[in-house]
C-alpha cells in the first residue's frame, strides 16, 4: 500500500505565498511522476502541475510564472511553491503519485488534500 500525505496549506493574503510539500510512502517501486491538482468548490479538479522523474514539467497555464513543482527523488517528496497568489487560486491542493510496480503496472494515488484559502 501506498501513503500519500500533503502539507503546507493555510490562509494567505493575495499576492502571498505558500509552499505545498507531498510524501509518498510504503510499497513504491518507483515513481514515474508527481503532480498537484486542485479542486474549487463546486468545481471539477483540474491538473495545476505535474513532474516526471526525469524532471520534466507541465503547468496548468493559470499558474504558469507563478507556482514552481520540484521533487526529491530520495525522499519520495514533490513541492509546490506558490507566489502570486491570486483570488482564484483558493482551492483544496491534491497530490498525485504514480507508482510504477515492478510488473510495469501504474496507479494513481492520492492524498487527502489540503485546503488554500486566499483572502484579497
Known amino acids: 500500500q501506498v501513503q500519500v500525505v500533503e502539507s503546507g496549506g493555510g490562509l494567505v493574503q493575495a499576492g502571498g505565498s505558500l509552499r505545498l510539500s507531498c510524501a509518498a510512502s510504503?510499497?513504491?517501486?518507483?515513481?514515474?511522476?508527481m503532480g498537484w491538482y486542485r479542486q474549487a468548490h463546486g468545481m471539477q479538479r483540474e491538473l495545476v502541475a505535474t513532474i516526471t522523474s526525469g524532471g520534466s514539467t507541465e503547468y496548468a497555464d493559470s499558474v504558469k510564472g507563478r507556482f514552481t513543482i520540484s521533487r526529491d527523488g530520495a525522499k519520495n517528496t514533490v513541492y509546490l511553491q506558490m507566489n502570486s497568489l491570486k483570488p482564484e487560486d483558493p482551492a483544496v491542493y491534491y497530490c498525485n503519485a504514480n507508482v510504477r510496480y515492478e510488473d510495469a503496472t501504474t496507479y494513481h494515488y492520492w492524498g487527502q488534500g489540503t485546503q488554500v484559502t486566499v483572502s484579497s
Open positions: 510504503g510499497s513504491i517501486f518507483s515513481l514515474s511522476a
